[in-house]
């Protein structure tokens, strides 16, 4: 019995002991999911293995519902890799985070801190385009590196067209990562991002862009809008 209490008070002390950044990526999860978080360590320790493990849950979210799993579970666990300060991704060797349906079933996906930081490094090229879209800078656009078959004048494409939304929705306010997938096709292996175009009357339009997963080679592959 007293190991029992020990470990519910070290449970409790783990939660209490979240720091800000921990804290602050919770609260962005479960904006992302329109949901509730919660965070908890958990340790492995034995001879053939050792781990120390971020796990976050999200409950009470009608999105992970009409998602895949590993899209959703990819997507918070590379939110809480990016939030961590270097400092604190010592403390982890793997992220878990675990999903609770609308049926109270649950499944959860680990993902070593090694796999979760090459993914972080080809997030980038997503983020850098879609903030360009955001922000309306659309010459930067033009500074990416990209596959072959994207348009020369692809900047201009997506100015026009982001254009045409904004007559119809507003004003384009944010974007909003809600997915991440590993995908392979005949030429290799890729990762696509998904997300949300955020508009002034609050419409969310789905999106997704591609980024090649080669690691000498950071180019964007594609996107596409759904309207």
């Known amino acids: 019995m007293k190991k029992l209490i020990s470990?519910?008070?070290?449970?409790?002390?783990?939660?209490?002991?979240?720091?800000?950044?921990?804290?602050?990526?919770?609260?962005?999860?479960?904006?992302?999911?329109?949901?509730?978080?919660?965070?908890?360590?958990?340790f492995v320790s034995n001879t053939s293995e050792?781990?120390?493990?971020?796990?976050?849950?999200?409950?009470n979210s009608q999105m992970i519902d009409t998602l895949a799993p590993t899209v959703t579970t990819a997507n918070a666990s590379l939110m809480v890799y990016d939030a961590l300060t270097s400092e604190e991704k010592k403390n982890y060797t793997d992220i878990e985070t675990i999903l609770v349906n609308a049926k109270n079933d649950t499944i959860s996906y680990y993902y070593p801190m090694s796999a979760l930081a090459p993914i972080s490094k080809k997030a980038k090229v997503f983020h850098t385009f879609s903030s360009i879209l955001v922000d309306g800078n659309f010459d930067q656009l033009n500074e990416l590196d990209r596959a072959d078959d994207i348009p020369a004048n692809f900047s201009e494409i997506l100015k026009n067209g982001v254009a045409q939304f904004e007559k119809k929705y507003g004003s384009l306010k944010a974007y909003q990562t809600f997915g991440v997938a590993e995908e392979r096709d005949n030429v290799g292996t890729y990762y696509q991002f998904q997300?949300?175009?955020?508009?002034?009357n609050g419409h969310k339009m789905g999106y997704w862009a591609v980024v090649d997963a080669a690691p000498d080679n950071d180019a964007l592959l594609g996107y596409k809008f759904f309207q």
């Open 195 to 200: 997300a949300h175009l955020i508009f002034a």
């Open 7 to 42: 470990c519910i008070v070290a449970t409790a002390l783990l939660f209490a002991c979240a720091s800000e950044t921990e804290k602050g990526v919770l609260e962005d999860i479960a904006e992302v999911y329109g949901g509730e978080t919660s965070y908890s360590k958990s």
């Open 50 to 59: 050792k781990r120390t493990t971020f796990n976050v849950t999200i409950k």
